[in-house]
Nanobody
């Protein structure tokens, strides 16, 4: 089991910015590729960004060019920098450790093979 704790969610106006954080033991980032998912009301959980153990990143088309996944130097934190947010970005955002070893954004990830945080809610208002 891996302990993941997200923070940074809240309300933001459309066009604004928000940074989400995920705290995990440093060893987590050496062992697992990491990802951010989101789940909007009434929709399936969506994989939106992934980072591998050497820092390579991939993104879903829905967020490419607006969101950035990164780790800090100590590797205790994973971030999702959200820019130019839109109404469709309203969702609960989840940090996840990837036991599948996809290490990239894929269309139909096997959700059971991720360790999950509890989620942090982001609400975008007009």
């Amino acid at each position: 089991q891996v302990s993941l704790m997200e923070s940074g969610g809240g309300s933001v106006q459309a066009g604004g910015s928000l940074r989400l954080s995920c705290r995990a033991p440093a060893a987590t980032y050496r062992t697992y590729c990491m990802a951010w998912f989101r789940q909007a009301p009434g929709k399936e959980r969506e994989l939106i960004a992934a980072i591998d153990t050497v820092g390579r990143t991939t993104y879903a088309e829905s967020v490419k060019g607006r969101f950035t996944i990164s780790r800090d130097k100590t590797k205790d934190n994973l971030f999702l920098q959200m820019e130019d947010v839109k109404d469709d970005d309203t969702a609960v955002y989840y940090c996840a450790a990837d036991r599948n070893d996809y290490c990239r954004v894929v269309t139909s990830p096997t959700l059971a093979n991720y360790f999950w945080g509890q989620g942090t809610r982001v609400t975008v208002s007009a």
